[in-house]
């Protein structure tokens, strides 16, 4: 938690540096080294015996979550990686090095797929956690590993054995405990803007964010990350506008605080909208816990907001909340109701109370 919200804590890396979610990795471990074919050989020992060292073992190819990326950028210019050959034993029963390992680094959230994009191989979702996902191969054995009694003489070693190669695929799922989600000019980008200290662009045409922000908010001494994704259109599932791509971001989140534009032609229509976006996407996110809101109340007179949000309420069955990210209104409500999904609190018990304890999250 904490290296998440340090890195949404510095909204420059997503704003200066390109935001990319997906890669294509090339990778090949080590091979082994060959075993040695050796004899001690000094003055006065008539029959030294064999010494050949072992082969090093190949390096391996790690992928590891680190702290401070959130952005898989580094990838779009680097696309093959190969770790270290293992040293090749050596006279004097000398075993050869380990080759290098390359370790790719990558941020928290990260999964790991086979190349098919389907076969997960890993899910890095904290700090130094780490996978092999291509080991070096063996070290061939010197010839001091194959003396006997009957053999007291070999002649032969093993080579070392190749390492792997394959291709892995890189998605980045962003680790946030809520998720914004409505239509393109639904007012999320400004919602955030005004509870963290992201940055995200703001304008008044559609698909102004282009790609996840994340930040970190904080109301009545507790602090949450807050992710908001580009807008849904209808049809996103099937590619319409800038598609369904982003919804992976939000797949972690445990509530999504659905935003729906109050100068639309209808609120309901436009809810309903995104639910189907979200039923079609799948994975989950339709049956997350979901606090809807009508944004930009401050655009609306009392007759047009209540009309919206009656219209509101029939679409998603509760009633919305009512805010406007520009004014204030109703966002600390907004933040303490997510609050109460992410931390509910509960009564404590009678002799708590009668302690004065009060209540605890």
């Not at 962003?174 to 703001?202: E, H, Q, R």
């Not at 109050?262 to 996407?281: C, Q, W």
């Amino acid at each position: 938690m904490r290296a998440i919200a340090a890195a949404a804590r510095a909204p420059y890396f997503m704003s200066r540096m390109k935001f990319l979610d997906e890669a294509k990795v090339y990778i090949k471990s080590g091979a082994g080294g060959n075993g040695c074919v050796s004899f001690r050989r000094e003055k006065f020992i008539e029959f030294g015996g064999p010494n050949g060292g072992d082969g090093g073992r190949g390096g391996d190819v790690v992928v590891e979550a680190v702290e401070g990326l959130n952005t898989l950028i580094d990838y779009r210019y680097q696309q093959h990686f190969k770790a270290g050959r293992g040293g090749n034993g050596m006279g004097k029963d000398r075993a050869g090095a380990k080759g290098a390992d390359a370790v790719l680094k990558v941020p928290v959230g990260t999964q790991v797929f086979d190349e098919d994009g389907e076969t997960l191989l890993a899910d890095l979702t904290e700090v130094g956690q780490r996978v092999v996902v291509a080991r070096g191969g063996n070290g061939g054995f010197g010839n001091a590993h194959f003396k006997s009694s009957t053999n007291r003489a070999p002649r032969h070693a093993n080579p070392g054995q190749p390492g792997e190669e394959r291709t892995i695929r890189l998605r980045l799922k962003l680790i946030a405990d809520a998720g914004l989600v409505g239509l393109p000019n639904a007012g999320k980008s400004t919602f955030l803007a005004a509870v963290s200290a992201a940055k995200p662009k703001i304008a008044d045409y559609p698909f102004t964010t282009l790609h996840p922000q994340l930040g970190v908010v904080r109301v009545d001494g507790r602090e949450f990350v807050l992710a908001d994704i580009p807008g849904l259109i209808e049809g996103a599932h099937e590619g319409a506008g800038l598609g369904d791509r982003f919804l992976g971001h939000i797949e972690r989140c445990r509530v999504l605080l659905h935003l729906v534009d109050g100068t639309s032609d209808h609120a309901g229509t436009a809810y309903r909208t995104v639910r189907r976006e979200l039923e079609a996407y799948g994975h989950g996110l339709a049956d997350k816990p979901e606090i809807v809101a009508l944004s930009k109340a401050d655009a609306l007179d009392p007759e047009r907001l209540k009309q919206q949000k009656d219209r509101l309420r029939r679409a998603a069955k509760r009633t919305p909340l009512v805010l406007s990210a520009v004014s204030g209104e109703g966002v600390t409500e907004a933040l303490r109701t997510v609050c109460a999904v992410l931390e509910p609190r509960e009564p404590l018990s009678a002799e708590q109370v009668a302690q004065g304890a009060g209540w605890r999250p």
